[in-house]
């Protein structure tokens, strides 16, 4: 059932940016680059997708095996792809830059496995959500916090999400600097849109289905997470 709910919430994301995707990737090869539970991977295999892809995490990589099997998956780092030049037809990459070191260098390899004029659907946090934006100006500080030992664990990891969306985040995104970064590597932007909703200070305790009711309340600039479709133009 979880799974079904994520291959939905998928397939309406990726229609509403992207409505001839489906029918793009018939007979096509794709890349999930960080595939976690591998929603997108039988999103796409269920379309006549030859779909691969791998994960940073041995633990979250076996949570895929369970799900979808081990065909095509591996290990791997998205700042250093283990696959060859113009590979891919199109691929997947979400909430996955926002934890590289460089993201830069993340975006440069999905680039080089991608082919000219492939499709990349990539999402990444608002760092001006709603949820956040009242603890953002405290960031250098909240930061500064998270290698005192003096102060517990939990309290550090609480500190951190009022004012991130994931304590494992490196860095968040507005549109403008996200759509900047790919535009820099000769990514044209086809579609773009936000959603997702939360509260501050609350955000933590509330669930994915509460969230997503929140959602239709919270103003487009201020929505939790940034999706995009663009066009690798080498």
Not at 7 to 25: A, G, M, N
Not at 100 to 123: F, M, P, Q, S, T
């Amino acid at each position: 059932k979880h799974m079904s709910e994520r291959v939905k919430r998928f397939e309406h994301l990726i229609d509403k940016l992207y409505p001839s995707f489906s029918s793009y990737i018939s007979g096509k090869r794709g890349l999930d680059a960080g595939c976690w539970y591998g929603y997108s991977i039988r999103y796409a295999r269920r379309r006549g997708a030859e779909m691969h892809g791998f994960d940073i995490s041995k633990d979250s990589l076996e949570d895929t095996h369970d799900l979808i099997g081990k065909e095509n998956l591996l290990i791997a780092d998205v700042q250093h792809i283990p696959y060859k030049d113009d590979v891919f037809d199109f691929m997947v990459c979400s909430h996955v830059i926002e934890h590289c070191a460089d993201d830069e260098k993340a975006i440069k390899e999905v680039k080089r496995v991608l082919k000219n004029k492939g499709i990349l659907y990539i999402a990444v946090p608002n760092g001006n959500a709603f949820e956040i934006l009242p603890f953002k100006p405290f960031r250098f500080i909240i930061d500064k916090l998270q290698s005192c030992e003096t102060i517990p664990c939990k309290l550090r990891l609480y500190l951190k999400l009022l004012a991130y969306h994931d304590a494992g985040h490196l860095r968040e995104y507005s549109v403008k600097n996200i759509c900047k970064l790919l535009k820099d590597n000769k990514f044209s932007i086809i579609s773009k849109v936000m959603q997702g909703g939360g509260i501050p200070v609350l955000n933590i305790f509330l669930s994915q289905h509460l969230k997503a009711k929140l959602d239709r309340y919270i103003p487009q600039p201020l929505k939790s997470e940034i999706h995009i479709v663009a066009k690798n133009e080498k």
